[in-house]
C-alpha cells in the first residue's frame, strides 16, 4: 500500500515509517524537518504541509492511506505558527486526502485531549468531552484538530477516518512531554500530589498505527499500553530523585533555577492524572502492547541516563 | 512513615486485587499505602473504638458488591472502620473503596493517600467502573448532609441519594445494608462551623464542647443485614428507584435500632 506520513522526520513517526516499510508499504514522508538517516526507500519531501508543493506530493504520489503526525505539542512554541500547523495544516491533510483519492486517514492525536482535574473520572472513555480547553487552555488548538478530524467522519464518508488519541510515550527515543520532564536529575513534582501517568513505547505505537492501517480502522479510539504508574515510581525507576515543592511555591519558580517553563494550565496534568481506557481499540484491532512499564523505562534511562553533576 | 505491622502486610498480600510488580493496582491503588494506612486504622478498630460487628457472614467474600451504610456525625470514622472491619475481619480480606467528597482530592497529601488507598472521588463513572470490575464498593447516600449530623441527631437518617439505587440495578449488583453505631458519639459535634471549613478547603469543620473534634473513644458497632438485589436497568422513574431507596433505607434504620436496643438491654 502506498502510505503518506506527515510530520515523518519526528522520532516517533520515524519508528511507524521503519515498520510500515518492514510489512511491505511504500512510504512517502512530508517534514519541513530534514530526516538525515532516512532508509532509501522511503520517499521524502522538504515541504511545508501547508504550502502549495505539499498539495503536489498528494496529487503525483497518490496515496492509499495518510497517517498525520504533524501537528506540535511543545508549549515553549506557542505561537501563531502553532495554530497555524496544529489548525490549517489538519485541514490541509484532510482536504488533500479527500481530493486525491485516499481511501484512509489516521489522525495521530494525545490522550491529554481529556485534560486533568480533581474531579475527572479515571480512564476515559472515547465519549467524554475534552476538558482539556478548561483545564490547560494552552491545549486548545490540540482539541480543536482532534475534533476537526473527527469531523471527517460525517463530512467525508467516503474517506475512513481514524482517530487516536496516544497516551505519553516513553522510550529510547527520549521526545514527549513525559520524558522531556524526566531528563534531569530531580524532577520538580508538587508536594501532597502524585498523579498516575500513563505511557507506551514508541514500537508500540508504531504497531498500533500499522495495526490501524491493517484493518481500516474508522472512528474515534484511545491507545494505551500497559497500566499507568504514580509519576514518583517512573521517576525513582529512571534513576531520578523527585524535588517535591508546594504547590504555591511550584507556580513562583517555573522557568526560574532551572524549573521547566511550563504554562499555569500544566500544573494540573502533575497534580492529577490523565488515563484512558483503550479496551476498544484493543478489541477492534487485537493490539496487545510489547513493553510493559520496566521496559519502557528501562529503555528511556538507557538512552538518557541520569546527568551527571556539574 | 508507619512501620507497616507484619500481619497486616501479609493480609494485603492476599487483597484480590491485581497488583503489577511495583505494588500497584490499575487504579494506582498501592500495597504499601493500604498496609501503612491498615497499620495505623487496626489501632482504632481494635483498642480505641473497640469496634464490634454482627452479621458479617452477609457480606459477599468475592465480586461486586455496595456497602451502604448511615453516617453519623462529625467526619467519616464510621467509613474508616467500615473500610477496616471489611480488611481484618474478612477471609480473604477485602478492599472496601469509598465514594469520597470532591475537596478531599484537592487537598494535598490527602489527594495522595486518597488515591494510593482506592478512596476515590465519589463519581458515577468511577463507581460503575469499579462494580464491573469486581471491587467492593462503600457508598454513604446521605454524603456530607450525614457527617454534618449534630450529636442528638446522631442516631437519625437524613436523605438517601438515588443514585447509587440506579447503579446497582444497572451493575447488577447485591446491597448489603449497614448500620453503624457509636460515630456519633465519638465525635459529638455541636455545630460545623462553615467558616473554618473555607479555610481549609472543606465544606465545613465539625466543633465539639471541647472545640476540637478528636474522636473520643467510644465503643462501635457495625451491624450488617442481608444482601438486597434490584431487578431492572437503572433508567427506571424515579418513583421506582425512591421505592427501592426508601427500602434500603428502613433497613439500615432497622439495623441502626437494633444495634440501640442491645445496648439498652445491656445497660439495664
Same mark, same amino acid.
Given at each position: 500500500?502506498?502510505?503518506?506520513?506527515?510530520?515523518?522526520?519526528?522520532?516517533?513517526?520515524?519508528?511507524?515509517?521503519?515498520?510500515?516499510?518492514?510489512?511491505?508499504?511504500?512510504?512517502?514522508?512530508?517534514?519541513?524537518?530534514?530526516?538525515?538517516?532516512?532508509?532509501?526507500?522511503?520517499?521524502?519531501?522538504?515541504?511545508?504541509?501547508?504550502?502549495?508543493?505539499?498539495?503536489?506530493?498528494?496529487?503525483?504520489?497518490?496515496?492509499?492511506?495518510?497517517?498525520?503526525?504533524?501537528?506540535?505539542?511543545?508549549?515553549?512554541?506557542?505561537?501563531?505558527?502553532?495554530?497555524?500547523?496544529?489548525?490549517?495544516?489538519?485541514?490541509?491533510?484532510?482536504?488533500?486526502?479527500?481530493?486525491?483519492?485516499?481511501?484512509?486517514?489516521?489522525?495521530?492525536?494525545?490522550?491529554?485531549?481529556?485534560?486533568?482535574?480533581?474531579?475527572?473520572?479515571?480512564?476515559?472513555?472515547?465519549?467524554?468531552?475534552?476538558?482539556?480547553?478548561?483545564?490547560?487552555?494552552?491545549?486548545?488548538?490540540?482539541?480543536?484538530?482532534?475534533?476537526?478530524?473527527?469531523?471527517?467522519?460525517?463530512?467525508?464518508?467516503?474517506?475512513?477516518?481514524?482517530?487516536?488519541?496516544?497516551?505519553?510515550?516513553?522510550?529510547?527515543?527520549?521526545?514527549?512531554?513525559?520524558?522531556?520532564?524526566?531528563?534531569?536529575?530531580?524532577?520538580?513534582?508538587?508536594?501532597?500530589?502524585?498523579?498516575?501517568?500513563?505511557?507506551?513505547?514508541?514500537?508500540?505505537?508504531?504497531?498500533?498505527?500499522?495495526?490501524?492501517?491493517?484493518?481500516?480502522?474508522?472512528?474515534?479510539?484511545?491507545?494505551?499500553?500497559?497500566?499507568?504508574?504514580?509519576?514518583?515510581?517512573?521517576?525513582?525507576?529512571?534513576?531520578?530523585?523527585?524535588?517535591?515543592?508546594?504547590?504555591?511555591?511550584?507556580?513562583?519558580?517555573?522557568?526560574?533555577?532551572?524549573?521547566?517553563?511550563?504554562?499555569?494550565?500544566?500544573?494540573?496534568?502533575?497534580?492529577?492524572?490523565?488515563?484512558?481506557?483503550?479496551?476498544?481499540?484493543?478489541?477492534?484491532?487485537?493490539?496487545?502492547?510489547?513493553?510493559?512499564?520496566?521496559?519502557?523505562?528501562?529503555?528511556?534511562?538507557?538512552?538518557?541516563?541520569?546527568?551527571?553533576?556539574? | 512513615?508507619?512501620?507497616?505491622?507484619?500481619?497486616?502486610?501479609?493480609?494485603?498480600?492476599?487483597?484480590?486485587?491485581?497488583?503489577?510488580?511495583?505494588?500497584?493496582?490499575?487504579?494506582?491503588?498501592?500495597?504499601?499505602?493500604?498496609?501503612?494506612?491498615?497499620?495505623?486504622?487496626?489501632?482504632?478498630?481494635?483498642?480505641?473504638?473497640?469496634?464490634?460487628?454482627?452479621?458479617?457472614?452477609?457480606?459477599?467474600?468475592?465480586?461486586?458488591?455496595?456497602?451502604?451504610?448511615?453516617?453519623?456525625?462529625?467526619?467519616?470514622?464510621?467509613?474508616?472502620?467500615?473500610?477496616?472491619?471489611?480488611?481484618?475481619?474478612?477471609?480473604?480480606?477485602?478492599?472496601?473503596?469509598?465514594?469520597?467528597?470532591?475537596?478531599?482530592?484537592?487537598?494535598?497529601?490527602?489527594?495522595?493517600?486518597?488515591?494510593?488507598?482506592?478512596?476515590?472521588?465519589?463519581?458515577?463513572?468511577?463507581?460503575?467502573?469499579?462494580?464491573?470490575?469486581?471491587?467492593?464498593?462503600?457508598?454513604?447516600?446521605?454524603?456530607?448532609?450525614?457527617?454534618?449530623?449534630?450529636?442528638?441527631?446522631?442516631?437519625?437518617?437524613?436523605?438517601?441519594?438515588?443514585?447509587?439505587?440506579?447503579?446497582?440495578?444497572?451493575?447488577?449488583?447485591?446491597?448489603?445494608?449497614?448500620?453503624? &453505631?457509636? /460515630?456519633? +458519639?465519638?465525635?459529638? @459535634?455541636? =455545630?460545623? %462551623?462553615?467558616?473554618?471549613?473555607? #479555610?481549609?478547603?472543606?465544606?465545613?469543620?465539625?466543633?465539639?464542647?471541647?472545640?476540637?473534634?478528636?474522636?473520643?473513644?467510644?465503643?462501635?458497632?457495625?451491624?450488617?443485614?442481608?444482601?438486597?438485589?434490584?431487578?431492572?436497568?437503572?433508567?427506571?422513574?424515579?418513583?421506582?428507584? &425512591?421505592? /427501592?431507596? +426508601?427500602?434500603?433505607? @428502613?433497613? =439500615?434504620? %432497622?439495623?441502626?435500632?437494633?444495634? #440501640?436496643?442491645?445496648?439498652?438491654?445491656?445497660?439495664?
Amino acid at each position: 500500500m502506498r502510505i503518506l506520513l506527515t510530520g515523518i522526520a519526528s522520532p516517533v513517526a520515524q519508528h511507524v515509517a521503519r515498520k510500515l516499510l518492514a510489512e511491505g508499504h511504500s512510504i512517502i514522508g512530508i517534514d519541513r524537518r530534514p530526516w538525515t538517516d532516512a532508509p532509501p526507500e522511503v520517499e521524502m519531501h522538504a515541504v511545508d504541509i501547508r504550502k502549495r508543493a505539499a498539495e503536489d506530493v498528494f496529487r503525483k504520489s497518490r496515496p492509499e492511506a495518510v497517517v498525520h503526525m504533524a501537528t506540535v505539542t511543545h508549549l515553549r512554541f506557542r505561537s501563531e505558527e502553532r495554530y497555524r500547523i496544529n489548525l490549517g495544516g489538519t485541514r490541509a491533510v484532510f482536504e488533500y486526502a479527500h481530493q486525491y483519492g485516499a481511501k484512509h486517514a489516521v489522525f495521530v492525536g494525545r490522550h491529554t485531549y481529556y485534560g486533568a482535574g480533581s474531579d475527572h473520572p479515571l480512564y476515559h472513555h472515547e465519549d467524554d468531552p475534552p476538558m482539556a480547553v478548561t483545564t490547560f487552555p494552552e491545549l486548545a488548538d490540540l482539541v480543536a484538530a482532534d475534533l476537526y478530524a473527527c469531523t471527517s467522519l460525517w463530512r467525508v464518508p467516503t474517506l475512513t477516518t481514524a482517530v487516536l488519541r496516544i497516551c505519553y510515550v516513553l522510550g529510547p527515543t527520549g521526545v514527549g512531554t513525559l520524558a522531556a520532564f524526566l531528563r534531569g536529575r530531580r524532577v520538580p513534582v508538587i508536594w501532597g500530589y502524585d498523579p498516575l501517568y500513563q505511557f507506551m513505547h514508541e514500537e508500540d505505537i508504531a504497531t498500533a498505527i500499522s495495526l490501524s492501517i491493517q484493518h481500516r480502522l474508522r472512528g474515534v479510539y484511545n491507545v494505551a499500553g500497559p497500566s499507568p504508574l504514580p509519576l514518583s515510581v517512573v521517576v525513582r525507576e529512571s534513576g531520578r530523585k523527585i524535588a517535591p515543592m508546594p504547590e504555591v511555591a511550584f507556580k513562583a519558580l517555573l522557568g526560574r533555577f532551572g524549573l521547566p517553563n511550563l504554562p499555569p494550565g500544566a500544573v494540573q496534568h502533575i497534580k492529577y492524572p490523565v488515563v484512558v481506557d483503550s479496551a476498544p481499540f484493543r478489541k477492534v484491532t487485537g493490539f496487545v502492547h510489547a513493553h510493559d512499564e520496566q521496559s519502557c523505562i528501562r529503555d528511556f534511562s538507557r538512552a538518557f541516563p541520569v546527568p551527571s553533576k556539574r | 512513615m508507619i512501620p507497616i505491622d507484619p500481619g497486616i502486610k501479609e493480609r494485603v498480600d492476599h487483597l484480590a486485587l491485581p497488583f503489577n510488580r511495583y505494588g500497584y493496582d490499575p487504579y494506582g491503588i498501592s500495597k504499601r499505602h493500604v498496609a501503612e494506612m491498615f497499620t495505623g486504622l487496626s489501632f482504632f478498630y481494635r483498642r480505641y473504638f473497640r469496634v464490634k460487628t454482627h452479621g458479617i457472614a452477609n457480606v459477599p467474600r468475592a465480586g461486586r458488591v455496595m456497602l451502604i451504610g448511615n453516617h453519623s456525625g462529625g467526619y467519616a470514622i464510621d467509613g474508616a472502620m467500615l473500610i477496616t472491619s471489611m480488611f481484618l475481619e474478612l477471609d480473604p480480606p477485602r478492599l472496601a473503596q469509598g465514594m469520597a467528597e470532591k475537596f478531599i482530592n484537592r487537598v494535598p497529601m490527602a489527594s495522595l493517600w486518597s488515591s494510593r488507598t482506592g478512596q476515590f472521588t465519589g463519581l458515577p463513572e468511577t463507581a460503575e467502573r469499579l462494580l464491573e470490575d469486581d471491587r467492593m464498593l462503600m457508598v454513604f447516600p446521605e454524603g456530607a448532609r450525614g457527617t454534618a449530623k449534630l450529636y442528638w441527631e446522631r442516631h437519625s437518617l437524613v436523605e438517601f441519594g438515588t443514585g447509587f439505587l440506579r447503579l446497582a440495578m444497572k451493575t447488577r449488583t447485591p446491597i448489603v445494608p449497614v448500620g453503624i &453505631l457509636g /460515630g456519633g +458519639e465519638a465525635i459529638p @459535634s455541636v =455545630v460545623n %462551623s462553615k467558616f473554618l471549613g473555607r #479555610l481549609v478547603g472543606a465544606p465545613y469543620v465539625p466543633v465539639t464542647p471541647y472545640l476540637v473534634a478528636v474522636p473520643l473513644p467510644v465503643k462501635m458497632e457495625l451491624r450488617f443485614g442481608e444482601p438486597m438485589f434490584f431487578e431492572g436497568t437503572g433508567t427506571e422513574e424515579d418513583e421506582v428507584v &425512591l421505592e /427501592g431507596v +426508601e427500602s434500603v433505607k @428502613s433497613r =439500615v434504620a %432497622s439495623l441502626m435500632a437494633d444495634g #440501640l436496643l442491645e445496648r439498652e438491654g445491656g445497660r439495664g
